[in-house]
């Protein structure tokens, strides 16, 4: 448990973290456009849910005249209100008050009238120094006294305590005897009663009254109150009760007890508004509003008609169940939506960011589920107006059966498709959440675009043919008629027409959603510069015209690359890489080479070798110039930025060890002191699994072709030993590959490049041809 709470800190201490360096990094005037932007496709998506907020429509009140026929088109409920309230009029009779009853009063009071007393009389003892020096008679000593009294008093119970009182006190030095009888009389006034200064009405009586213990936090109903006394009475016949409990005290100190108690006695029972407020509004939560029915086609009101109490109340439930609730609450509700997306969306943000791939750019990634958001809601409240349709056509129908036929996962499959599947999987829980406030009563819809969501995201995520929408579409149509049947099931409706009208709006809204999302594809695409599977199955067709042109003028680039691509894309498949991209970046890796294609060796006729009569600085520039021309190919052939990525990156910052070396031979002091910075690769190193992979598919590849005798045994130490080279470089240290990951890359590149290598089987008249021939094999 301490664990998980360290790690959710964690979490949010580096997502804090982020926001600042992003509000570092970026100017004032960017992050302003960034929120601007935010705010506004927010502001948009308020918009499609609450569109009542900001379309006209006749705000009636009871008293004035209807302007126009308002006609039910749905079934729905009204509350009636009058039956509620006199339910909860009812309740609020029977619920009794509560009172605070503070059960150690008397004892706190005792124990003040004792500490009281000892004080005083403690003062009158040590104060004969002080008499001396202040006091010249006995008038001035009682006084001095009774101010000494008087300040106590006053300051431990709030009150006066009169010179006639003070007299008969002061007569026994303020004795512990005397406050103790005082005490006597305290106890038996609350001993076993409750003492009020509230008049307990005949209501109280009837219902009884809760009396909360404070010290031990008990509550308990009365229904007796037999002990209950107001002080009011209590103080009237307090003398009587002296008489009886200070028996052998004299007259004087009885009166003078008495009247000090009057004065210090408080209620020990006290009518606890705030508790009792909150026993009544429980007890009016537990009543259920009463409603009565308006049926479908139902008139609600006439023009002309003068609206009264019960018609404004069918038109609020009309209007709220149709998303028009009024101005004022549709303004509260359209604030509080905003909120609430703007801090979903701020949660969210983390696991995008940590998920978003990484050849993806964070800002186009967001960009874009903020459109798929849009689109989707478009799509449902487009939806929505159609079942309002359908449902005024065909009166047998209602706008709730259509429901199902609304194309709820079309945003979610192009997460899956253009991003990846655990971000299409939050896109569809954020739908799902947002899609409750367009189905006030309907909780079942949320669910059933979630679930539906979560299949095609599954189902669709490694899509390679865009007839897989279709597909994908149907079944989903299939998984919706199963939903409906389990939700019908759930809510114990009749399995009756409608039940199969539902059936085959469920099928339409999933081949809807594989349809539409299918058309809307290569906008995204093309918009944000995305790279599907589908994109790169077409860009891997080797009848593209880049192809024929490279067969042509780099025949041995060419060769090189679709060799690449057969290594990289076995070694992609046994490490989980995307095997379809690490391969078809593969076929691209060296398009720049055609910019220069005689300068590199595959290219080269035999005998004949450009970089014979170029210094190795100059020559080491070409060489590295392949990097950036392959770059401007790929942008100007519209490839994608993962491709371009792994063009950048499929040679990181490594050496061009020969003319490196071939600089340090050289007698020239210029040229053999050069810094091996002018021979390396410019970078980045490999950011991903398939860019290590072409990184190492390329390297092994071109060095398989020195081999003289390619034998097993020769190709398995050249596999180890260049993956452990360009290792120990540092060439994979930004990239995902683990060292498990690199042995299961080498037994893959051997057992490719065996395959490739491998001797020929002699035939028997085929070699004793040879050997007529002076042949050797």
């Not at 219902?207 to 009011?232: A, K, P, W, Y």
């Not at 009518?271 to 479908?296: G, M, V, Y």
């Not at 899956?416 to 569809?428: P, Q």
């Not at 993962?642 to 040679?651: A, E, S, V």
Request: proline letters at 3%.
């Amino acid at each position: 448990m301490k664990r998980a709470k360290l790690d959710s800190q964690n979490s949010i201490d580096t997502f804090l973290k982020n926001i600042r360096i992003y509000l570092q990094a970026k100017s004032s005037r960017v992050v302003f456009k960034d929120v601007l932007i935010s705010v506004f496709l927010i502001f948009l998506l308020g918009i499609l849910v609450f569109p009542s907020l900001f379309l006209e429509r006749s705000e009636y009140r009871a008293g004035s005249i209807a302007g126009e026929d308002v006609k039910a088109d749905r079934d729905f409920l009204v509350e009636d209100k009058v039956s509620t309230e006199a339910k909860q009029s009812a309740i609020l009779k029977i619920t009794p008050a509560v009172f605070d009853f503070d059960s150690r009063l008397s004892l706190t009071l005792q124990s003040h009238i004792i500490q009281l007393f000892e004080s005083i009389s403690e003062e009158i003892a040590g104060s004969a120094s002080k008499q001396s020096k202040y006091l010249g008679n006995s008038a001035n000593e009682k006084q001095y006294y009774m101010d000494i009294a008087r300040n106590y008093f006053e300051k431990n119970f709030g009150i006066s305590i009169s010179a006639e009182e003070f007299t008969v006190f002061y007569r026994d030095k303020f004795s512990s005897s005397s406050a103790r009888a005082i005490c006597k009389l305290i106890d038996k006034i609350y001993y076993d009663s409750y003492i009020s200064s509230h008049n307990l009405s005949k209501l109280d009586m009837e219902r009884g009254i809760i009396v909360h213990d404070m010290e031990n936090q008990q509550e308990s109903l009365i229904t007796q109150f037999n002990r209950f006394t107001n002080i009011n009475t209590l103080s009237t016949g307090l003398s009587e009760k002296a008489d009886r409990i200070l028996d052998g005290y004299g007259k004087d100190f009885k009166w003078a007890a008495t009247s000090l108690v009057r004065k210090i006695i408080k209620p020990n029972i006290i009518l606890n508004n705030e508790a009792t407020e909150e026993k009544k509004q429980d007890a009016i939560s537990t009543i259920k509003p009463f409603f009565f029915q308006i049926l479908k086609n139902e008139m609600i009101v006439r023009e002309g008609e003068r609206i009264t109490q019960t018609i404004e109340d069918k038109l609020e439930a009309y209007y709220a169940i149709k998303g028009g609730k009024g101005k004022k609450t549709d303004m509260t509700a359209f604030m509080g939506f905003i909120l609430i997306v703007l801090i979903m969306g701020m949660t969210l943000l983390y696991p995008v960011r940590q998920w978003n791939p990484k050849s993806h750019d964070l800002k186009p990634t967001l960009l874009f589920l903020a459109l798929a958001v849009l689109l989707q809601f478009v799509l449902i409240r487009f939806g929505l107006i159609i079942s309002d349709a359908i449902a005024r056509a065909f009166p047998v129908l209602s706008a709730q059966d259509c429901f199902y036929a609304i194309p709820f996962v079309t945003g979610s499959m192009l997460a899956a498709i253009l991003i990846n599947d655990r971000i299409s999987i939050l896109f569809s829980v954020f739908v799902a959440f947002i899609t409750a406030f367009l189905f006030d009563t309907r909780i079942i819809m949320p669910l059933y675009s979630f679930m539906g969501s979560l299949f095609a995201v599954y189902q669709i995520s490694n899509a390679r043919q865009r007839s897989t929408f279709f597909m994908t579409g149907l079944i989903l149509g299939c998984v919706n008629g199963v939903m409906i049947f389990a939700l019908h099931l759930f809510t114990v409706n009749s399995f009756d027409w409608k039940f199969l009208v539902n059936l085959l709006m469920g099928m339409i809204g999933g081949m809807a959603s594989g349809i539409i999302a299918s058309g809307i594809l290569p906008l995204f695409e093309s918009l944000f510069k995305f790279t599907t599977d589908i994109k790169l199955l077409e860009l891997g067709n080797l009848n593209q015209p880049i192809f024929q042109r490279m067969i042509i003028e780099t025949p041995g680039t060419y060769h090189h690359s679709i060799i690449v691509a057969s290594l990289v894309e076995s070694a992609a498949e046994s490490i989980g890489a995307n095997a379809l991209l690490a391969k078809v970046s593969a076929y691209y890796h060296d398009i720049g080479k055609m910019a220069k294609p005689q300068y590199f060796i595959e290219n080269q006729l035999a005998g004949e070798n450009k970089h014979d009569k170029l210094s190795p600085k100059m020559s080491s520039l070409i060489i590295l110039a392949h990097v950036k021309d392959g770059c401007e190919f790929a942008t100007q052939l519209k490839l994608g930025n993962p491709i371009i990525n792994i063009i950048r990156q499929h040679h990181g910052t490594s050496l061009v060890t020969f003319f490196y070396d071939k600089a340090k031979r050289d007698p020239d002091a210029n040229i053999n002191t050069l810094s091996d910075s002018d021979f390396r690769y410019p970078g980045p190193k490999p950011q991903t699994k398939e860019a290590g992979l072409v990184l190492l598919g390329d390297v092994i590849e071109a060095s398989s072709r020195t081999l003289a005798d390619p034998t097993p045994a020769r190709i398995n130490n050249l596999v180890h030993e260049r993956i452990e080279r360009i290792f120990l470089d540092g060439q994979l240290d930004e990239c995902e590959l683990t060292l498990r990951d690199l042995n299961k890359i080498a037994e893959s590149f051997i057992r490719i490049l065996t395959g490739i290598f491998h001797q020929r089987i002699s035939y028997p008249e085929q070699t004793a041809s040879k050997e007529g021939n002076g042949l050797k094999t």
